[in-house]
């Protein structure tokens, strides 16, 4: 009666978990009325006969993270084994530090630096490359295009995803069925970044499903949501799984209700396995090794508690024995009838084991890229969306367009107004020679520190899309360095019209002309150098390291010392500093040409001669042709270094 009473006195939630030990296995999730409607309703999600189920198998699977210079390494997986059947929602599980996140980082194929041990697909060595081709990777954070609007975003991944072939009638049709199935579909024109939590996730998801990966991993999917959108997420997986996808993702610490979802678990502990199998088959296993779970208690709190060591570090080592850290099969639900590696083979034809026909062995560490492209459509087709996408976002950005424009219109007339007049009086001289290093250092610091700014962020959005073969990272390049172009142009123009006419400088086309292509260049020097550093360090270290690197180049531009009083073991310092070229071309364009003498309003104007000012800074009249071309050469090495560098970062990460 006491124990009656005291169950009726329980919270919904408290039930639920009080039914999850001893009866739990009995409890299954009754999802096959949601099978029935998305096999009817959204065939784009079922894999056709064509297609292949995947099962992958993973054994001695080590890895190793260096710990930095003459520190050695250290290992985060030993040696662990697996199993992920095809058709199933696979959760791998473990405390912070398990080493969850690494696993299905090395899975994917996404990590593979200091990763040895073998992968096999469906029975054979898994080709890394063609394996790329049929799955799909969605990060812990939603790395979406904020400023796009769902339809948008979707639309991108289907130009990129699918091939050129495919009519866009089908493409709005595949579109349209997903984000349907996802619960999107009301949200077709609002931007990303006004989705909620469970919608980006969705969202990231569905743009996932555009070219229906056979396997998708997923890492920590349900961290920052709600209870609800929780299950709305792992259900969508579960629908996904049943459809003949292979759905594998990390969490951290499920509820009862949500862990019954999940088909297989495989839980992780300091990089050991501790149990895979069935979800209903984790009390048993529990008891087989003397570790009963107790009654009314969550088996996936009571595991974890496990793993954590909060019973005893010794409780570890029997459940990594008890599954053999991994290779023991014994508990996956009996109806999967798993095959051996062998039998495996046998049952896969050569063609159906590598998908694309392809089937040269390679290891998991392999980094050679295939002939075939990774990508479903040509360059040029990708860089055409790439641009589209980008002239979209440079309209509607409140930071890399409009602030940028109205600071560069501000900044110009406060200038203009604090050197108003000064280019053409005879006595304002080092006045207008301060102001057009004062240009200098605005052409410097607003392109290079917004970039610093904002690229890292697209720098992760650039990690998922392409480790995900939306498109290649030279066309990704190509179209950011185009798409800027308009902006940059539109804002220097309206910067030097104002500056230039409200300080007086000479009225006369070419010199303006002159003026212009010096601050044009300046500009996109130091945006190059922006991206050299915001592609290799984050928003923190980039914003010391940009001020710090530019300090040296003002120092060698001529300005504080002259290049004539320059030391000779610095002199060097001038030739690599782009502000020199810079400040040297505006002198040249304000008071080269031969420029007539100025006139002076005071008694005496010791600079009203321009040759006597010009010899006095010690630059010549008659370089300018000299420092554009040593303004473009700097730009195009400064472009091509900042691509190597995205590059090397971009493997760097794996």
Partial sequence: MEMLMHEASKGPD?????????????????????????????????LSKKDVNMDI????????????????????????????????????????GAGKSTLLDVLSGYRITGVEGTVYVNGRVRDLNEFRRSSAYITQDDRLQP????????????????GTDTPEQEKKKIIEEILTTLGLKGHLKTKAERLSGGQKKRLSIALELVN?????????????????????????????????????????????????IFDQVYVLSGGECLYQGAVDQLVPYLESVKLPCPMYHNPADYVIELACGEYGEDKIEPLVAGTENGRSLQWFDKSLNLLDQRALRGAYSRKEAC??????????????????????????????????????????????????????ICTGIMLGSLFIQAGNDGYRVLENYNLLFGILMHHMMTTMMLTILTFPTEMSILQKEHFNRWYSLKAFYISVTIVDIPVSVLCCTLFSFIVYFMSAQPADVTRFAMFFTISLLV????QSFGLMIGAVFNVVNGTFLGPTISVPMMMFAGFGVTLRDMPAFLKWGTYVSYLRYGLEGY????????RKTLACKEFYCHYRKPKIFLNEIAMRDDQFWNDVIALTVILLITRVLAYILLRWKLMATR
Wanted: hydrophobic share 35%.
């Fill in 523 to 526: 500009s996109f020097v130091a």
């Fill in 355 to 408: 998908p694309n026909g392809n089937s040269d062995v390679q290891d998991i560490k392999s980094k050679k890229e295939s002939g075939k492209s990774l990508q479903a459509t040509s360059q040029l087709h990708q860089l055409k969306v790439l641009l589209m996408r980008g002239f979209i976002k440079v309209k509607r950005d409140p930071t890399l367009t409009h602030l940028r424009i109205i600071v560069n």
């Fill in 14 to 46: 408290e039930n639920e978990n009080s039914k999850c030990c001893r009866p739990y296995q009995d409890q299954k999730p009754n999802d096959e009325k949601v099978e029935i409607m998305t096999e009817k309703h959204h065939p784009h999600l079922t």
């Fill in 57 to 96: 198998t993973f054994e001695n699977i080590t890895y190793n993270v260096s710990l930095g210079f003459r520190k050695g390494t250290k290992e985060i997986l030993h040696s662990i084994n697996g199993r992920l059947p095809g058709k199933q929602l696979i959760a791998i599980m473990g405390p912070s």
């Fill in 212 to 260: 229906n990966p056979t396997v998708m991993f997923l890492d920590e999917p349900t961290t920052g949501l709600d209870s609800s959108s929780c299950t709305q997420v792992v259900n969508l997986l579960k629908l996904l799984a049943r459809q003949g996808k292979t759905i594998v993702c990390t969490i951290h610490q499920p509820s009862a209700s949500l862990f019954q």
């Fill in 147 to 162: 400023l796009l609007t769902v339809k948008e975003n979707m639309k991108v991944a289907a130009d990129l995803k699918l």
């Fill in 587 to 594: 002198v040249n364009a304000i008071y080269g040409l031969n």
